[in-house]
């Protein structure tokens, strides 16, 4: 974010704060939701408030969903789930320019609140853009750009806010929500699967959807509002701002994660079964090695490093071990360690009938990789019942 927008920014939070003990009668209030895009960022669509008050000329969106890209150590803070979001202010014609350039769809709500409802949401927006307010850290889950909004609401309407129930029979998981918003980038879906853990698995209710922006707006546009036994709509139809299709991305088959990664099973099996000579086949199982390891370490990362709760208790811990950095090194230094290997093996196993048995916890990608560290794992562990060829270090 350029600096000239966080003055921006404070410069607006400075004229909202003696704004809002005279908010005027003619202020309206909308949800915005935009479409998804093509950047990774903007998969899941973008939520923001937008205040209109003619008598003053005042059209400005409330964006919770800005960081800034010159954070000292961004990418770490960002991996450590540590870095910090903030609310922006920008006028509304400034703020459609970024999804006219990225040909995504902008639809506005009028909120059906009262005058006295609308001073109180614009106070807590004042409250929120304080200097000591105005950043926050960022759950992706339980409290994003969508989520901010809705609390809002439900601060301002209180126990009158009534959410209609869902006419889906089961509730989705969190982690299939987000894949309905990844399934045409399968590589990306195959990497939030990997490092989501078991926290992504939990049930999601209907007022949990709505960390997603289009399933908030979904979920907003069938509320009301108790008005005395009166139920009023919480949103007004919605009127279409830019008009763009969500983008459609032509993937081949032949580059899907799921072909790959079993076309490298199958040639490690074959491999497995024709080698005869040792030295190659040690040189293959330290490049095999070596890449689980990578993954093992960020395992270890996403578990206990990072304060990412939706990566905790990751099940793929399980196959991707750090047990098997140990088997590389084994390998390296050309030692019969055959206990690591058997350990990594009976590990892999239990991933394997976990995937299996609870299919939605995972990737159909994985299965390939487990079956290659099972069956690399299996030669050196030596087993006795092993149906492939003994290889000796």
């Avoid at 763009?244 to 799921?258: E, G, H």
């Avoid at 090695?289 to 990072?306: C, E, Q």
């Avoid at 230094?333 to 590990?347: A, N």
Wanted: overall charge positive; aromatic content about 14%.
């Amino acid at each position: 974010m350029k600096k000239i927008a966080l003055i921006f920014t404070m410069i607006m939070a400075a004229g909202q704060i003696t704004m809002v003990s005279q908010t005027p009668s003619d202020t309206s209030v909308y949800l915005i939701t935009c479409g998804p895009g093509t950047e990774t960022y903007s998969h899941y669509g973008h939520s923001a408030l937008r205040v209109i008050i003619p008598g003053r000329n005042i059209d400005l969106v409330y964006n919770w969903g800005v960081f800034d890209f010159s954070t000292p150590n961004f990418a770490y803070k960002f991996a450590k789930g540590r870095l910090e979001y903030m609310l922006d202010t920008e006028p509304f014609n400034r703020f459609l320019q970024t999804y006219l350039y990225e040909k995504r769809w902008v639809q506005v709500q009028r909120i059906n609140i009262s005058q006295s409802e609308t001073r109180m949401l614009m106070e807590m927006i004042a409250e929120n853009l304080k200097p000591e307010n105005l950043k926050y850290r960022y759950d992706f889950f339980y409290d994003d750009c969508s989520t901010r909004i809705r609390d809002l609401f439900e601060k301002t309407i209180g126990s009158n806010l009534i959410y209609s129930p869902s006419e889906d029979k089961k509730k989705p998981t969190f982690r299939f929500l987000t894949g309905r918003y990844q399934f045409q980038y399968p590589w990306l879906d195959f990497g939030i699967d990997l490092l989501m853990g078991t926290p992504s698995d939990k049930k999601a209710s209907d007022r949990d959807k709505m960390f997603l922006p289009i399933e908030m707006q979904k979920g907003l546009s069938v509320a009301y509002i108790n008005r005395g036994g009166r139920m009023t709509p919480l949103l007004r139809n919605p009127e279409t701002v830019l008009d763009y299709s969500d983008p459609v991305v032509k993937n081949s088959f032949l580059t899907n994660p799921v072909f790959i990664f079993t076309l490298l099973c199958i040639l490690v099996i074959i491999f497995t079964t024709v080698s005869k000579r040792k030295k190659t086949i040690r040189h293959i199982d330290i490049i095999i090695y070596t890449i689980f390891s990578l993954l093992s370490i960020l395992m270890l990362f996403t578990n206990f490093m990072t304060d990412h709760n939706q990566m905790k208790y990751n099940l793929s811990i399980l196959w991707l071990s750090p047990f098997i950095p140990v088997c590389l090194a084994a390998l390296i230094m050309k030692k019969e360690w055959i206990i690591w290997f058997r350990i990594v093996f009976f590990l892999s196993l239990i991933a394997f009938l976990i995937q299996i048995i609870f299919s939605y916890t995972g990737n159909n990608a994985f299965m390939p990789l487990i079956l290659i560290l099972l069956v690399r794992s299996s030669v050196r562990a030596d087993f006795s019942w092993n149906p492939f060829k003994k290889v000796t270090i």
